[in-house]
């Protein structure tokens, strides 16, 4: 197969790989939108964390607005509240929590009131009568007032004053003013000095669309009334009562009361869809570990409002972030697992139109480094590599992002693939596989391994240069996977299936997923025959990058570093290593797909420490090469080979070809003929440039100037001066700018497109 066929446009039928309940089974694992453990335990539904932050920031306005959608009295719930939130403070474990009800009640003081109604408030038609005093009446007359029903109040109390004084008597005077304020600036009917009885009840219910009563007004109405502690309607008068005992209760007593009052007015049943009512659980994560252990800030009679903001600045923000902290992908696109996996599975389901999410996805390193550091273990990569077979088998992925990649796949099990058993050996008991990767970067390298264990191990060692085909799962071709799955296992049997030697952890991988053999790593080679004479590490401290490709995999792991200890390297551990290291960029394709992101990936793996860096995946030594950080492969020092500066796309697929050709002669005695070009083809380092970032190959341009030789078909740009010549392969049309020379050409510029250009006659 030397070229991939694009998508069709109507070919979108296939099988869906990827269903809701899986999905949803996926993002239940993502704890981010769990409420923080303050907000979980207040059974008022009060965001906690967002008042408190809105306080810290000194904004009391906004702080107060939080407050105020949790109770229409907040001096009264502040002052009289159990504070059940304060308990459950994460902070509690560190030392002091937060002292919460103290900055709710400076809130309350020092706060600027919302102003509720306003000129085009519209009042229900469906009106309430509440019977009875207290904290409950008094609570739900608020709750109802919010929801701009008519309520009226029947009480025993001779005026307003006695009726707030009667259900908070625990207020001081400064408070008692405030919050009587705060009453009579309601919309809210009294009829005071009324004597409860069910005469009176019977005379005043008429005309009065929804009835509610305090528990102990409820009795005297009813004697056979019953109040559970839970919000009922009593039957068969659908009389709303309730009570409980403490200022919490009443609160929450009256919010569910003022829900049932507003189903009923609305004929519907008041036991149906109330969703979560009071406290609740919460799964969210916080990491403690840089939380400070500061002093809660004294209280003797009150916060001023200085103080209330010092103290709410202590709380943390409970949070989860712990893959976004880690993950540059997640990082870029600021959004949670769990929300950008339903974002991406609802792109899948788009039949025609725009699929904005396949970048994301695309952008993706599929690591697994966010399932090792999610307190339960969400696997974003999972997620992104189903979704990408999924766009596949419905035809809705474009080729464009990962055709080079694949085709370079190709390249690497056609033309530049070899598979020699040892000479001198008619059955191998070993063959190694450096992987691609290795042989286009550091081809040497790849040399003098191959030399080294022929020369050091038993029973003959075969050599298979080319890939393991993690590039077409990458890319969620599985067809293509499974085609390079069946082409290994037929090259390994020519070979008599021996023990595979894997010079990449992902390749050890990979050809263990999918393949019979049996396998072990160059580094367990090494560990047990020895370093070869000469091997030396680094004179001065190197930072150890763990692969992606050996996540899980702590023996590998530790199997390397101890390579390197014994090469005299002093290791330099990071923060993120071992199974929690980032990808350098490269995995998951991410380096071709959306190269902003792999650069971003690349600095966060760099980012860990200044000094040199060690891996034992090739890709990973190209991608810190190219931001500029010295960087070794383990290999590399173990045979005292230097890659160098790190190769263009050109150049990879050269050194790929030169090293089979190399050791097809010098090893196995075979000459490969050279091809020569009958002209001279020189680069400008704008246009090489250019070639790396657009990925176009010399042999691209190469393939356009013999075209242009062949048929005489090109233009010339009368500004530059520059001739412009183009030829189509496979999906792209390429287009090269360049000069004539004495005896050749000279290329200035190089662009592709996936157009294809017909001559109409």
Not at 381 to 402: G, Y
Not at 718 to 732: E, F, L, P, Q
């Amino acid at each position: 197969m030397s070229q991939i066929q694009e998508r069709g446009s109507t070919h979108v039928y296939h099988v869906n790989r990827i269903s809701k309940e899986e999905i949803d089974t996926m993002t239940s694992r993502c704890v981010y939108e769990q409420p923080a453990y303050c907000n979980a335990a207040c059974p008022l539904k009060l965001d906690t964390k967002a008042m408190l932050k809105a306080a810290a920031e000194g904004d009391f306005k906004k702080a107060l607005a939080i407050y105020e959608k949790a109770t229409p009295f907040p001096l009264i719930l502040s002052m009289g509240c159990e504070a059940p939130c304060e308990k459950k403070c994460r902070l509690c474990e560190k030392g002091d929590g937060i002292a919460i009800r103290d900055i709710e009640t400076a809130l309350a003081k020092y706060g600027e009131q919302t102003k509720s109604g306003g000129v085009f408030r519209m009042k229900k038609k469906k009106t309430v009568a509440i019977f009875g005093s207290g904290l409950f009446p008094l609570f739900l007359a608020g709750e109802l007032e919010k929801k701009a029903y008519p309520v009226t109040v029947f009480c025993e109390e001779e005026n307003i004053d006695g009726f707030l004084r009667s259900a908070a008597p625990f207020l001081g005077e400064e408070a008692f003013a405030a919050e009587l304020k705060r009453l009579k600036g309601m919309d809210i009917a009294f009829e005071f000095g009324c004597g409860i009885t069910p005469e009176f009840f019977e005379e005043r219910r008429t005309g009065i669309d929804v009835l509610c009563a305090s528990e102990a007004a409820a009795k005297r109405i009813f004697p056979g009334a019953v109040c559970s502690g839970d919000i009922m309607a009593y039957e068969p008068e659908k009389l709303i009562m309730g009570g409980g005992s403490g200022v919490m209760a009443a609160a929450f007593g009256a919010k569910k009361a003022a829900l049932t009052a507003d189903r009923l007015a609305q004929k519907l049943d008041p036991r149906n869809t109330r969703g979560e009512e009071g406290a609740c659980d919460t799964r969210l994560y916080t990491d403690l570990s840089a939380a400070e252990k500061l002093k809660r800030v004294p209280n003797d009679s009150g916060y001023t409002k200085e103080q209330a903001i010092e103290e709410a600045g202590r709380c943390i923000q409970c949070h989860c972030d712990e893959c976004m902290k880690s993950c540059a992908f997640l990082k870029h696109y600021k959004k949670y697992p769990g929300l950008l996996s339903r974002e991406i599975y609802n792109n899948t389901q788009i039949i025609m139109g725009d699929h904005q999410l396949n970048k994301p996805m695309n952008a993706c390193s599929l690591c697994g480094q966010c399932t090792v550091v999610c307190p339960n273990g969400f696997d974003m990569a999972h997620v992104c590599h189903i979704a990408r077979q999924n766009m596949v088998s419905t035809d809705k992925m474009p080729l464009a992002p990962h055709e080079f990649a694949l085709m370079d796949m190709l390249f690497s099990n056609g033309e530049a693939y070899l598979c020699r058993k040892q000479p001198g050996f008619e059955q191998c008991h070993y063959v190694f596989f450096p992987g691609c990767q290795a042989a286009a970067i550091a081809p040497a390298t790849v040399r003098a391994a191959y030399e080294d264990l022929c020369a050091r191990l038993d029973g003959g060692v075969a050599l298979m240069l080319g890939c393991c085909g993690a590039i077409c799962d990458w890319a969620g071709r599985f067809e293509m996977h499974d085609k390079v799955k069946d082409f290994m296992d037929a090259e390994l049997a020519k070979l008599g299936d021996p023990v595979v030697i894997a010079g990449c952890p992902t390749c050890k991988r990979e050809l263990g997923a999918n393949t019979k053999a049996e396998l072990t790593g160059i580094w367990d080679v090494l560990s047990e025959i020895g370093l070869p004479e000469g091997a030396k590490g680094l004179d001065r401290p190197a930072a150890m990058h763990d692969s992606c490709g050996a996540r899980g995999d702590e023996h590998t792991q530790q199997t390397v570093r101890a390579i390197a200890e014994k090469l005299g390297c002093t290791l330099v551990e990071t923060e993120y290593s071992g199974d929690r290291s980032p990808c350098c960029g490269y995995g998951g394709l991410t380096a071709y797909a959306n190269r902003e992101v792999a650069h971003e990936m690349t600095e966060k793996c760099l980012e860990r420490s200044d000094a040199p860096y060690i891996s034992y995946c090739m890709a990973c030594r190209d991608r810190f090469a190219r931001e500029g950080r010295e960087s070794r492969h383990i290999l590399e020092l173990v045979y005292g080979t230097d890659a160098g500066s790190p190769p263009d796309i050109s150049e990879k697929r050269y050194n790929r070809l030169s090293l089979k050709n190399e050791l097809l002669r010098d090893i196995w005695g075979e000459e490969v003929e050279k091809v020569e070009l009958g002209y001279k083809l020189e680069f400008t380092d704008e246009a090489l440039k250019m070639m790396d970032e657009r990925m176009i190959l010399k042999s691209d341009v190469i393939a356009v100037m013999d075209s242009e030789r062949e048929t005489g078909e090109a233009i010339e740009d009368a500004d530059t001066g520059y001739i412009m010549a183009r030829k189509r392969s496979g999906n792209v049309t390429f287009w090269v700018a360049y000069t004539e020379t004495d005896g050749g050409y000279l290329v200035h510029r190089a662009y592709s497109h996936r157009m294809n250009v017909v001559r109409r006659n």
